[in-house]
């Protein structure tokens, strides 16, 4: 059920039913809807939460302009997920074995060397990109040229945060593998680049803004096309890192269980939710923000996943209108990682993370089930966005 607000003529459309929508988040949509470039309203999805930069479950349409922070730096983040044909009664009766494998092939920050048996080159992949969507991505290019060895090395890695891989089982006992990384050190390079670029112009220009994070690139600007096709490239890049990653599990997945890998997968999936994109909506051609929100036309798969070692889900769009064709992209926290420092203790986070093998010492109390909202009501408050297709419970959890 979507809820309406309205302040001083702006408009907030907010799948909140049943979830908590905090008045700090709620003042920093209404800061975005005032924008003079927004197109129609700002829709507010149920994991919506105040975020540096922009609010996190924010989706919004403009015509004319682009805020970079809104994309923010993780640029193209988002979720794959894999089912295969092995079954629960295939499993090794110690599933810390496949804790430790997957441990082994999912690096956090950067590999020693290239990943090998892909069948397929990254660094080739990279260079082949770099020619055909680096030719007129500026900072893409300038950040390759100068990066190159990183960025290979860091592709196929999850990195820190909220970044995760799971194991998880579904409602018949089939094994999953779920990730969500993004645009690694490449994206966050250009993110950063590109909001510097709108703040200097908002300053040059004495561009009156409710605050600096707010600060857009016009589309008259020559930067407001230079960051579109740099947003393309790093967009495609995070689905590529998601792609090595997964590569790396289900080949090693393979050899662990002896099944040859093209009769071992059944399903595939991948959907971002840090990007913009030009869509048609109401009649008009937008370009459509989503941050921490996942594209949900009718019969888009989205991948919606709760705090560590939880559950996740995977839904199926129903394209409404309201939301931009958009869902949760997950559970939204509850508190900032400051305060679940201060408030979750060790031990309830070694309570709440009983039968999965994960980390469990204090440095992850931030990511621990009770920093988020309630997974469940999150998905009941968005059942005009969604349709559930799977249920998926993890028992290993790999983060940084």
Request: charged letters at 25%; proline letters at 3%.
């Amino acid at each position: 059920m979507c809820k309406v607000f309205e302040r001083d003529g702006n408009i907030i459309r907010a799948w909140v039913d049943g979830v908590e929508f905090a008045d700090n988040a709620k003042d920093q949509l209404f800061d975005l809807a005032s924008m003079p470039f927004i197109f129609r309203h700002v829709a507010a999805m149920p994991d919506v939460h105040y975020g540096k930069g922009s609010t996190i479950g924010s989706v919004f349409a403009t015509q004319g302009a682009v805020i970079p922070s809104a994309v923010g730096v993780d640029i193209g983040c988002g979720m794959a997920a894999t089912k295969t044909l092995i079954h629960s009664r295939e499993l090794p009766d110690d599933l810390g074995e496949l804790y430790d494998l997957a441990k082994g092939l999912t690096p956090i920050h950067l590999r020693q060397s290239e990943p090998e048996g892909l069948g397929y080159s990254v660094a080739d992949v990279l260079s082949d990109a770099l020619d055909c969507k680096g030719s007129n991505n500026y900072e893409f290019k300038s950040y390759f040229k100068a990066n190159t060895d990183r960025v290979i090395r860091q592709t196929g890695t999850l990195g820190g945060g909220n970044h995760f891989l799971e194991l998880c089982f579904d409602g018949d006992g089939w094994l999953w593998v779920v990730l969500h990384s993004g645009s690694r050190g490449l994206g966050a390079h250009i993110g950063r680049h590109y909001i510097s670029k709108a703040k200097k112009i908002a300053k040059d220009y004495f561009i009156e803004l409710p605050h600096y994070d707010l600060a857009y690139l016009p589309k008259s600007c020559k930067e407001y096309d230079m960051y579109l096709m740099d947003l393309r490239v790093a967009q495609w890049y995070a689905k590529y890192n998601r792609r090595v990653m997964m590569d790396c599990v289900t080949n090693g997945l393979s050899e662990f269980f002896g099944e040859p890998l093209d009769e071992m997968i059944d399903l595939e999936f991948d959907c971002a939710h840090n990007f913009a994109a030009m869509e048609h909506h109401f009649g008009k051609n937008v370009l459509v923000t989503r941050k921490g929100a996942t594209r949900a036309r009718h019969g888009d798969v989205g991948i919606i996943p709760s705090a560590m070692g939880g559950v996740t889900y995977i839904v199926e769009g129903k394209g409404n209108a309201d939301s931009y064709h958009s869902c949760s992209h997950g559970a939204g926290r509850m508190m900032s990682r400051g305060k679940a420092f201060k408030e979750i203790t060790e031990d309830e986070h070694l309570e709440a993370m009983q039968g999965v093998f994960c980390r469990k010492d204090r440095g992850v109390l931030d990511e621990s089930p009770r920093a988020y909202k309630d997974i469940e009501a999150v998905i009941a408050a968005q059942k005009d966005l969604v349709a559930v297709k799977h249920k998926l419970k993890a028992f290993v959890n790999i983060k940084g």
